[in-house]
């Protein structure tokens, strides 16, 4: 067993049970991995093994908190008695002195005055999916009827807003959304929002079969599927949001793809783990107490083990754990491993390694170009806000310099 070191665990308490069916929903299919499962619900018995045992192998890794992240599928169907019984049983297994953060990935949907209460009042850190303005929302955020889901996510927003929970919104990036970054930053801002997360969609089109397990089959001739960001329209993207970010919004609206670069920049590890060198510390479990390497790792050839037989300590710095991690680097094609921007990349997510390098070696990412895009438009900007948070400063003055120039 390995030393231990810091990790994280994404907890699906209800599995990928949904109540509504977004179409690029890489999730839903989980389902298929519980044939027999009629009720997706992570038991009493697991859910208290799993929070103990949390606060017990948080500590033993030296971590000055133990975070737990509950998703899904869709976690508020279990309702706010059953999110009462989380904070019980943190309260009854954590020791004195040691503090503990929850935070919680929503569609919104179901978020009522009784929730907004109690994620306010136990300091929830929420999540909040919109995908942009109302038709833009809509494209692909239906619920299984088919209806469109916006009006509502709205409706949760403003209970998030008016109870003065903690919030961010998930923005996923996809076909239909990629060519309007300038108009859903600014849809975000005229919200209130002052954190966004944009996370870019692409999945290999399986005919409708549970899809296989990611580098299983990376042959690049796989089409993806229709609402698959394209990476010229997803590195746009990116780029479109920094300008405007970059001239009016530094230290006032924060994006977590450029305040993670910001910190590689500076010579800082990787806060997102698509950038980090090694993957490994981004576990997920199941509602049945299976762990798996990673969130979107989630298939038979990467489950770890089960809370129900092997403890978390065991399963976490399992040498197979720590091979699923090195293998990132080992796996990198000679494009990465030449690329003056793998510092601020390291190849990116591994799941996406399935298209060709510019010499044709296989498993190369997706979003190189993607990357590549931003990093060129974005370099001398990033290399002086880097400078200038290392001398204590801050970053926006960097765009202050840049008006004065142009000015002159």
Known sequence: MRTPTPFHVMSKPIGP????ACEYCYYLEKEKLFPAEKKFRMGPDILKSYISQLIETSREAGMAEVSFTWQGGEPTILGV???RQIIALQEKYAPEGIQITNSLQTNGILLDDEWGQFLNENGFLVGISID???KIHDRYRLDRAGRPTFDAVMRGLEV????NVEHNVLTVVNRANAGKGKEIYK???????EYMQFIPIVERAQNGALAGAPQMDIDPGNAVTPWSVSPRSYGKFLTEIFDIWFRHDIGRTFVQFFDAQLGMWMGHGSSLCVFA?????GLAIEHDGALYSCDHYVYPEYRLGN????????????KRQREFGTDKTNGLTAQCKACSFKFACNGGCPKHRFAKAKDGEDGHNYFCES???FFRHAESRLQRMAQLVSLGRPASEAAQTTRLAKAR
């Open 17 to 20: 049970r949904c109540n509504i």
């Open 81 to 83: 008695d059953y999110f």
């Open 132 to 134: 942009g303005p109302k």
């Open 160 to 163: 998030l807003q008016r109870h």
């Open 187 to 193: 849809f975000l801002k005229g919200l209130g929002i």
């Open 277 to 281: 060198e090694n993957c490994g510390a």
């Open 307 to 318: 809370l129900t037989e092997t403890s978390l300590r065991e399963l976490v710095w399992a």
């Open 371 to 373: 990357h590549t895009m």
